[in-house]
Nanobody, 123 residues
Framework: QVQLAESGGGLVQAGGSLRLSCAAS????????MAWFRQAPGKEREFVAG????????IYADSVKGRFTIARDNTKNTSYLQMNSLAPEDTAVYYC????????????????WGQGTQVTVSS
């Protein structure tokens, strides 16, 4: 099993930045891929960014390309999501997810999830 714990959410003004963290524990060997999803009220959970640490490639949703960056500190088994130029439409609960294999953009493909962290962007 893998346990994921997000942190770093909060309230920020439009144009500001936040960095989310996701600490993995347990069988971290199966966290080949760590990804971030988000879910706004009344909407489905959507893919934000993901990275395969074995292959070394990152994938981003079109809505966040050029603004968000996913990274990982392997020594700490922690994934980060640096979010810049935040806009009110980025407001959502952000979830960290992990899986083995390759990065996919479907939430159904991820077996391990964190509890989520709220990001609120005011206009």
């Amino acid at each position: 099993q893998v346990q994921l714990a997000e942190s770093g959410g909060g309230l920020v003004q439009a144009g500001g930045s936040l960095r989310l963290s996701c600490a993995a524990s347990g069988r971290t060997v199966i966290t080949d891929v760590m990804a971030w999803f988000r879910q706004a009220p009344g909407k489905e959970r959507e893919f934000v960014a993901g990275r395969s640490w074995r292959i070394g490639t990152s994938i981003y949703a079109d809505s966040v390309k050029g603004r968000f960056t996913i990274a990982r500190d392997n020594t700490k088994n922690t994934s980060y999501l640096q979010m810049n130029s935040l806009a009110p439409e980025d407001t959502a609960v952000y979830y960290c997810a992990a899986r083995q294999g390759v990065t996919t953009m479907s939430a159904h493909d991820y077996a391990y999830w964190g509890q989520g962290t709220q990001v609120t962007v005011s206009s």
